[in-house]
């Protein structure tokens, strides 16, 4: 998994509650993503992270919040879950340190978390 | 904003034959990647090849190329001596060409490949 942990790999959730997703990298990468995998929808972006303390929106970033506090980990916190947030999401990684201009596109990707939301 | 469709949500072949996999995609941008991810029922996303929009020659990687028409706006996949282990869901992706700290990867909803024995 190219060094790419997501913890937990399964979780159950009320409506309401909050958890959060986290992601490791063994590496020492700028970039890392959080996407939700839906049937029949490919993978979305949700947040992404250029850098340690940097953050911004992707395509679908409403219900989730994020932290970078340092440069191995990137977290995405559900503050109330809702049934809608019921997803595999995964974590990605871009490689590549700090100097480079230009995106490649070519991700890394952890295992996936499933959540369920009931 | 870009859009990337792919028209098969399913296809199967027999072990050792060829499969194409279709994928187009909408953009007003001149510069960007497209993609090919595979997903086996482990559920890592793996990456298959990557064709560069500014490059004409399309992008081989051993049994899988690509068959990039840029006026067309197609991309697709060409899985040739297709082995068991092909089995997963492939999706195609699009990037445009930006500075590093500007992603936007899009993504269609994927097909989902079976090879038989």
């Known amino acids: 998994n190219a060094g790419v942990t997501q913890t937990p790999k399964f979780q159950v959730l009320k409506t309401g509650q909050s958890m959060t997703l986290q992601c490791a990298q063994d590496?020492?990468?700028?970039?890392m993503y959080w996407y939700r995998q839906d049937p029949g929808m490919g993978l979305r972006l949700i947040y992404y992270?250029?850098?340690?303390?940097?953050?911004d929106k992707g395509e679908v970033p409403n219900g989730y919040n994020v932290s970078r506090l340092n440069k191995r980990e990137f977290s995405l916190r559900l503050e109330s879950a809702a049934p809608s947030q019921t997803s595999v999401y995964f974590c990605?990684?871009?490689?590549?340190?700090?100097?480079?201009?230009?995106?490649?596109?070519?991700?890394?990707f952890g295992e996936g978390s499933r959540l369920t939301v009931l | 904003a870009q859009t990337v469709t792919q028209s098969q949500p399913e296809m199967s072949v027999q072990e050792a034959e060829t499969v194409t996999l279709s994928c187009t995609y909408d953009t007003s941008e001149s510069n960007y990647y497209l993609f090919w991810y595979k997903q086996p029922p482990s559920r890592q996303m793996i990456l298959v090849i990557r064709?560069?929009?500014?490059?004409?020659q399309n992008a081989t990687e051993n049994r899988f190329s690509v068959n990039f028409q840029k006026a067309a706006k197609s991309f697709s996949l060409k899985i040739s001596d297709s082995q068991l282990g092909d089995t997963a869901m492939y999706f195609c992706?699009?990037?445009?060409?930006?500075?590093?700290?500007?992603?936007?990867?899009?993504f269609g909803a994927g097909t989902r490949l079976t090879v038989k024995p």
């Open positions: 064709q560069e929009a500014y490059k004409q």
């Open positions: 992706a699009f990037m445009k060409l930006g500075l590093y700290n500007n992603n936007d990867m899009r």
């Open positions: 990605a990684i871009e490689p590549g340190t700090s100097g480079r201009a230009w995106n490649t596109g070519e991700l890394f």
């Open positions: 590496m020492n990468h700028n970039s």
């Open positions: 992270s250029a850098s340690e303390g940097t953050t």
